[in-house]
């Protein structure tokens, strides 16, 4: 199983970025996925999850601005991230949910 996260990078408050996890070596479209995030010195949390049916769920610090997607023909999961603050300065991680299989983390820094 491999989870290859990328989109990260540097960008000012209120900016947007998008987050992509492509899955390989997994039957994708059975699997419930999710977002989640680690920031400096805290503990890792989720920030979006999706079910195999396609039912989402947001953590309240990011709902109506963070949209969590998945294409399971191209088997990928993304996380569109709109208005952006310093806080959500974080590496952040997809995950096949209930299970050891992570991404490898992407960072996202976010200036104020």
């Not at 049916?53 to 953590?59: F, H, K, Q, S, V």
């Not at 993304?78 to 209930?98: E, I, K």
């Amino acid at each position: 199983v491999q989870l290859q996260a990328s989109g990260g990078g540097l960008v000012q408050a209120g900016g947007s970025l998008r987050l992509s996890c492509k899955a390989s070596g997994i039957n994708f479209r059975i699997m419930n996925m999710g977002w989640y995030r680690q920031a400096p010195g805290k503990e890792r949390d989720l920030v979006a999850n999706i079910s195999k049916e396609g039912i989402t769920n947001y953590a309240d610090s990011v709902r109506g601005r963070f949209t969590i997607a998945r294409d399971n023909v191209r088997r990928t999961l993304s996380l569109q991230m709109n208005d952006l603050q310093p806080d959500d300065t974080a590496v952040y991680y997809c995950r096949v949910l209930n299970t050891r299989h992570w991404g490898q983390g992407t960072l996202v820094t976010v200036s104020s």
